[in-house]
């Protein structure tokens, strides 16, 4: 049971480049959401989404688009890469909105994302 | 609104005596509280859930938390440290996502 999984691991990218940061879950779990993470500032929700088909900005949604065609994927997308936006990035899924049931969060590995 | 507030960003305690990391919230109805600890370089884990059953929490690896409303308060707490907990500790308060606390890093000293 591979759980939650975030490919790449590090990347490097310009000012300007695009890029998709994927995200996949195996344990058919409704909800899942993107965080970042900076030094200070514990994770801050981007978007999530509570099935297929829906989702919805979380704080800091500005830069990032999402998508999400089937439940086990939620990609998130840089548009235009800016210096800002490098952080660590974390993948999150659990059976229902965690205010729900209170459903314990399940998280990826983390994607380490440098913009130059 | 909610939000949570974690009141220190660094303890540091010895191998063997307790462990208080301290964590506020605010919250305009009954809420979802967790704990969830980072180990470097890793994802997070879930360390202990408030579900309204109990005040009194227990967790993995030894870890309590006590819920109190009328301090609004969710301290995370362990009797006697152990070098494998030192890690980076979050409070969470939920609604449609979870808000993070900064974040608490644990120092374990031999």
């Known amino acids: 049971n591979a759980g939650v999984t975030q490919t790449p691991k590090f990347q490097v990218l310009k000012t300007g480049q695009s890029m998709t940061l994927q995200c996949a879950q195996d344990m058919n779990h409704e909800y899942m959401s993107w965080y970042r993470q900076d030094p200070g500032m514990g994770l801050r929700l981007i978007h999530y989404s509570v099935g297929a088909g829906i989702t919805d900005q979380g704080e800091v949604p500005n830069g990032y688009n999402v998508s999400r065609s089937t439940t086990e994927d939620f990609p998130l997308r840089l548009l235009s890469a800016a210096p800002s936006q490098t952080s660590v990035y974390f993948c999150?899924?659990?059976?229902?909105?965690?205010?729900?049931?209170?459903?314990?969060?399940?998280f990826g590995q983390g994607t380490r994302l440098t913009v130059v | 609104a909610q939000s949570v507030t974690q009141l220190d960003s660094h303890v540091s305690v010895s191998e063997g005596t307790p462990v208080l990391l301290r964590c506020n919230y605010s919250s305009s109805y009954s809420p979802s509280l967790f704990w969830y600890v980072q180990h470097p370089n890793k994802g997070l884990q879930l360390l202990l859930k408030y579900t309204s059953a109990a005040t009194l929490v227990k967790g993995i690896n030894g870890f309590e938390a006590e819920f109190k409303k009328s301090e609004t308060s969710f301290h995370l707490t362990k009797p006697s440290a152990h070098m494998s907990d030192a890690a980076e500790y979050f409070c969470?308060?939920?609604?449609?996502?979870?808000?993070f606390g900064a974040g608490t890093r644990l120092t374990v000293k031999p």
């Open positions: 969470v308060v939920t609604r449609g996502g979870m808000r």
């Open positions: 999150a899924s659990s059976y229902s909105i965690p205010s729900i049931m209170n459903t314990e969060a399940f």
